[in-house]
């Protein structure tokens, strides 16, 4: 098996990806803070804004699965997680790309929450990224048994160690969201590992990474789509699997077209292009769905979401067309030096893209 080793050393730079989930954790938590006048937040405040609890499951709140991952009790828990975040997420992003980073980050949120609440038996209301920040953790693990990863393993004693200590030292850790998140990151890498050793057989090209992580967060939107709106109606069906098999289908088809134009002259402008008209398609539609939430549930008791539809509501159509506009030129803009690459190819892009894949198997 190949090995691909990422440089020697106990701390590595933070790179994008950690920089936006740092960001948006900080507001979240920060906006909490600012509501409850002081530097921590009451369980009430938590609840409101997506912490998660006993029957959220059951009652099909599913949001709350992601939602309590940007939320923190006080100043010092949201420190303690980024600062796991930074020590960690630099080592983890550098290795498998922003991509994969952010896909590791959510299974490992989302799979810690469900976990941890299938482990608990009285209510109970967690917050926190912990679960997330356990899951690189655990995905760094998994590179390090594949012999993928050059740290060594003073590296994982110390931060293992250090969190259970912390751990037995404070009675309100929940346990189950750490080792959810732990084994859930453990488990994504290794699958991601795989699919990209199948794509080597299955995709001629390496996707930028600037390609993986539009089609990421593309996916998640049509995910969401399928979940909040169809998946609901048609779950009493019993039809929901269906559903399901049609939008993994139609995603993978998405990718194997986009893998066929990668390989072709200009096909990385010609990709670039059609994912910018994806992102204001997506954005647009976000926005017509966003439009009936003002009537007649308006208002919906939450602060910011009431907020954000006082503004939305006079006007939805043109809100929603100007911020497709201006998702089309932030990709663009994102995306100019691809684009660049793209317009001057004259074949030897798509070459050097397919040699990388070739190269490549595996993370």
């Known amino acids: 098996m190949p090995s691909y080793r990422a440089s020697p050393g106990f701390f590595e730079v933070p790179h994008a990806a950690v920089y936006a989930l740092m960001t948006v954790t900080v507001l979240a ?26 029957t959220a499951i059951a009652r099909h709140e599913y949001w709350r699965l992601v939602a309590y991952g940007f939320l923190h009790v006080n100043f010092v828990h949201l420190t303690m997680n980024m600062l796991c975040l930074v020590l960690w997420g630099g080592h983890l992003e550098r290795r498998v790309g922003p991509a994969y980073f952010l896909i590791i980050y959510l299974c490992a949120m989302v799979f810690g929450a ?23 953790l655990g995905a ?40 959810g998140g732990f084994v859930a990151g453990l488990i994504a890498c290794a699958v991601l590992d795989l699919i990209e050793k199948a ?26 789509w399928a979940w909040s709106g169809p998946a609901q109606a048609i ?21 194997k077209t986009i893998d066929l134009v990668l390989s072709m002259k200009k096909g990385l402008a010609i990709v670039v292009a059609v994912l910018a008209g994806a992102n204001a398609a997506a ?73 990388e894949r070739s190269r490549r198997h595996g993370l």
Not at 295 to 309: A, K
Not at 315 to 339: D, F, H, M, R, Y
């Open 29 to 54: 938590s920060g906006f909490c803070f600012i509501q409850a006048g002081g530097p921590a937040a009451p369980a009430e405040l938590l609840y409101r804004y997506g912490g998660m609890y006993a």
């Open 199 to 224: 794509n080597a057989w299955l995709l001629r090209c390496k996707f930028p990474e600037t390609v993986k992580v539009n089609l990421t967060l593309l996916g998640c939107v049509v995910a969401l």
């Open 140 to 179: 760094l693990l998994c590179l390090w048994i594949l012999g993928k990863l050059d740290v060594r393993f003073d590296f994982f004693a110390i931060n293992i160690g250090l969190n259970i200590a912390f751990a037995f030292g404070n009675s309100r850790i929940d346990w189950g969201v750490h080792l």
């Open 235 to 255: 779950a009493a069906g019993g039809s929901g699997w269906g559903l399901a098999i049609v939008v993994v289908v139609a995603c993978c088809a998405a990718v």
């Open 283 to 355: 954005v647009m539609l976000s926005g017509w769905a966003l439009a009936s939430s003002c009537s007649p549930r308006w208002p919906t008791g939450s602060v910011p979401f009431d907020n954000v539809l006082v503004t939305f509501c006079p006007n939805p159509v043109l809100i929603s067309g100007l911020a497709a506009i201006g998702a089309a030129a932030l990709t663009l803009w994102l995306c100019s030096k691809e684009i660049s690459r793209g317009i001057e190819d004259v074949g030897f892009v798509g070459a050097s893209l397919r040699a």
């Open 114 to 136: 469900v976990i941890g609440n299938g482990i608990h038996s009285t209510p109970y209301l967690t917050v926190g990224a912990s679960g997330a920040t356990s899951g690189i």
